[in-house]
């Protein structure tokens, strides 16, 4: 018994009474900043324990209380097969990135359950009780609720004995403090060994281990069956009989012909004979290195590496760089279509070597679960080239020797913890294949560097520093000779935002026999645009392009801003200048403000956009204020975060003196809001975090911040407004001169008043309303409708409390009759009044 956890010393005294009859229970929960999440399982028991029909899984957002109901599906799960647990031990599970506790070491490293948020629940199944996703089969679990979010930026550790949950909607691990105990993150990551929440791992819990030695270590891959044999020794007590299991870490290198033996009791080892297997691929692969491991329930698993040599195979092809961890920010654009994106910026570059043309037609590529690309008819691959397949997006910026396509499919789906990607021939004969592990996940690409048949290593560590070069080697040099170059020149390195501008000669060499489309770009659209828009042609015969660089007068203070422009056309070398835009002498932006946020809706009482719902995404707002004297069109400009760009701002948002624009992060906002203007986040959400965050305008493509404020997160459960408003300094909502007893007040002054510019807001005034049930009709009189306009007619069961308003036709001046002047009837089919003991109705603008 491992008697430096008092937890599982009260265990063992009182004896531990679940819901399900196991012993193995959920010891310890951490949810931590970024990507830190743990999750601790703890073995209660005098006896190790295989985990063997267990399931880790994950409930998140909405579903995050669906386990309580038979039959529902996790976010995520981790099956436990294969892994056990020593007596009075523990097994650690942490997500992939984490970093903290600094002396967290992870059993096991998965982005399936560890990947929570504080209103995310996370349960144990055992499906020998009965299915994953029903009750009967759960083990243990620790609740949290969606709106509540308890779970957030903390830790709870068990203290006692009993289940820490039950099956009651609402209820949560803070329901149960005689089982479970909080701390802070920053306890667990200072805690020290004997504190009763330090998290601990399967190996520091483990008194006994296993060793493994092969003979011989170096194999052949053609030298057939029964190659290697394999003596597994044990330590600690040896009165029972132990049975141990082989596997291999890279079955299409090795296999394990015998996958299992018994060391007797009393003895310490087994030499299990002949259990491993040479495999002779194809492929051009080198030596590569196998991990044989060695395990039994309870004891710390052993391996040892077997070297399989390759048998001088040739491949055609070289898969020389594979991006699967997308960096974020701007920096990870890898296909240049001015968006990052984790699935669109994937991509596995490939290098003919043949030292002929190779016809890549009806070849395939594919990870480790299916097909991901089929090569197109006509895909002529010249010798030394490289070709290259994104994910997604848009290749029009990709120049170069190179290749570029997009997957047939929907994405890549390289994984970031590891994977395998392959090539087959259009006869489905592999061709070359790699694979690879955590090493994956760093932000960067695996690159073969300088050769393409040396190992892959983390490209930023090499060259530049550069995280990836698609299509090129690793210094940006093209494989092969490209079919010309593209070459820029200047007529000046600056021009002023007032009114300058840049001639630019734009050259090519190669066969001027046929017409070249070019792809112009400029890096940053709000200093300076190009005349001929993003593209430009060079006419048959014609070796050179003019271009005017025009400069944009923003109104941002920003200084010299250094701008680059390229020019891409496929198969040749992409030009690129650089020059200087010098700010006019642009003050401090002052023409809009900051005038209120809400980050952290409470709970309850949280509905800021009153569409009936509270939504802890969807009713974060952002209020903007016109504190000029003139308006200011808002068209394109965007919103960001911490994160990136959140909201871009429709075309035509012209924002009048005196009136606010409040942006929602979602829902379906209802009301006048004082006459201010509303939006909906164009991303889907805010993203505003609770814990701390910065909010940025921005000018139209992000290029100059205009405002900027950063908060701490110490404000929860309310907004942040000025105070007084439009001048103040941003406060809790609560302490801002008049607010009175308001959390918040989106559109609205702090007391609740309009601000000077809001604009009138016309009502509509449903004036007469009746129901035919013999043909299923409503009939309704409206005034105050706008001719051209578009409204809602919504229905509800319950005003919107539990059953959402539905909109289920749409209405305008010209679908009714005007009865009267300003006064229009409808006649509304709905199909579901015999149905429904009660239903209301309203009319809104979409």
């Known amino acids: 018994m491992n008697y430096r956890n008092p937890f599982l010393v009260l265990y063992s005294i009182l004896g531990f009474s679940a819901i399900a009859p196991g012993e193995i229970v959920i010891s310890q929960y951490y949810e931590g900043t970024s990507f830190n999440k743990w999750v601790e399982l703890a073995n209660t028991s005098d006896a190790a324990m295989s985990l063997d029909g267990y399931v880790l899984t994950r ?3 909405a579903s995050t209380e669906a386990w309580k109901q038979d039959g529902a599906s996790p976010g995520g799960s981790d099956n436990l097969d294969g892994l056990s647990i020593p007596a009075n031990g523990f097994l650690l599970f942490g997500n992939t990135r984490a970093v903290l506790p600094a ?132 330590t600690g007590i040896l009165l029972e009989e132990l049975t141990v299991t082989l596997s291999s870490g890279d079955e299409s290198e090795a296999v394990i012909a015998t996958g299992t033996g018994v060391i007797p009791a009393g003895e310490d080892s087994i030499t299990i004979p ?16 196998v991990v044989i491991t060695a395990s039994a329930t309870g004891l710390s698993p052993a391996v040892a590496t077997l070297t399989v040599a390759d048998d001088n195979d040739v491949s055609p092809i070289a898969i020389t760089e594979i991006l699967a961890d997308i960096p974020s920010g701007a920096s990870g654009d890898a296909n240049g279509d001015g968006d990052t994106d984790s699935a669109d910026d994937e991509f596995v570059e490939i290098v003919n070597k043949s030292g002929g043309p190779l016809d890549m037609s009806g070849w395939s590529l594919r990870d480790r679960s299916e097909e991901r690309h089929l090569f197109p008819a006509g895909t002529i691959l010249p010798s030394d080239c490289a070709i290259v397949v994104f994910g997604g997006g848009s290749l029009d910026n990709l120049g170069g020797s190179a290749i570029f396509q997009t997957v047939s499919s929907i994405r890549l789906g390289l994984n970031n913890a590891g994977d395998t990607v392959s090539v087959y021939d259009s006869q489905g004969e592999l061709v070359a294949s790699v694979n690879y592990g955590s090493e994956g996940g760093n932000d960067q690409s695996l690159v073969r560097d300088p050769g393409i048949s040396d190992g892959f290593t983390l490209h930023g560590s090499i060259g530049d520093g550069r995280l990836f070069s698609p299509g090129t080697r690793s210094d940006g040099s093209d494989y092969c000779p490209p079919l010309g170059e593209l070459t820029f020149s200047l007529s000046a390195s600056t021009m002023n935002e007032n009114g300058g501008s840049i001639s630019a000669l734009l050259r090519r060499t190669g066969d001027l026999s046929v017409a070249l489309d070019v792809v112009l770009a400029v890096s940053d659209e709000t200093e300076a645009l190009a005349d001929l828009g993003a593209r430009g042609t060079f006419a048959v015969d014609e070796s050179s392009l003019t271009i005017s660089l025009i400069a944009v007068d923003d109104i941002a203070e920003d200084g010299a801003q250094t701008v680059q422009v390229r020019a891409i056309a496929p198969g040749y070398t992409t030009a690129v200048a650089s020059f200087e835009v010098e700010d006019d002498g642009d003050g401090p932006f002052s023409n809009l403000v900051i005038n209120e946020f809400l980050s952290d809706p409470p709970n309850p009482g949280g509905d800021a956009n009153r569409d009936g719902t509270l939504d802890t995404s969807q009713d974060e707002f952002i209020e903007f204020l016109n504190v000029s004297d003139e308006a200011f069109d808002l068209s394109d400009y ?3 975060d911490g994160v990136g760009m959140r909201h871009v701002f429709s075309s035509g948002t012209l924002l009048a003196a005196g009136r606010a624009i409040v942006v929602f992060g979602g829902g379906s906002p209802v009301g006048a809001f004082g006459g201010s203007l509303v939006q909906i986040a164009s991303s889907g959400l805010l993203g505003l975090n609770n814990s701390g965050d910065t909010i940025f305008l921005k000018t139209p493509g992000g290029g100059s911040t205009l405002l900027e404020f950063e908060y701490d997160g110490s404000v929860q459960d309310e907004s942040m407004s000025r105070s007084p408003d439009g001048s103040g300094v941003l406060v809790a909502h609560s302490q801002a001169s008049g607010a009175g007893a308001a959390l918040f007040s989106p559109g609205v002054t702090v007391s609740g008043g309009s601000f000077d510019g809001a604009v009138a807001i016309e009502f509509i005034r449903i004036t007469d309303f009746d129901i035919d049930r013999d043909n299923l009709e409503v009939i309704v009189e409206v005034d105050g409708l706008t001719p051209g306009d578009l409204y809602c007619f919504d229905v509800s069961l319950d005003l919107g409390n539990a059953s959402s308003w539905f909109p289920f036709e749409l209405l305008t001046t010209e679908s009714g009759t005007e009865v009267s002047p300003g006064r229009h009837r409808f006649v509304v089919p709905d199909l579901f009044i015999a149905d429904e003991r009660a239903q209301y109705y309203r009319i809104r603008k979409p």
């Open 638 to 640: 965007e919103i960001h």
């Open 59 to 61: 409930w998140a957002n």
């Open 103 to 234: 002396y967290a070491s992870a059993d096991v490293s998965t982005n399936s359950t560890p990947n929570f948020n504080g209103d995310d629940s996370v349960v144990l199944y055992d499906t020998a009780l009965g299915a994953l996703g029903d009750t009967v089969a759960i083990v243990d679990a620790i609740s949290f609720t969606d709106a509540g979010n308890e779970g957030a930026n903390r830790s709870f550790y068990r203290i006692g004995e009993g289940a820490g949950f039950d099956l009651l909607a609402g209820s949560t691990a803070a329901d149960f403090p005689q089982v479970w105990g909080g701390a802070s993150n920053q306890e667990v990551d200072d805690a020290q060994p004997g504190d009763l929440f330090y998290l601990q791992s399967f190996s520091a819990s483990a008194p006994e281990s296993l060793s493994i030695s092969l003979s011989p270590s170096v194999i052949g891959e053609d030298s057939g069956e029964g190659q290697v044999d394999v003596t597994v020794t044990r």
């Open 274 to 289: 002949s259990s491993i297997d040479a495999v002779d691929d194809t492929i051009e692969d080198g030596d590569q290195e």
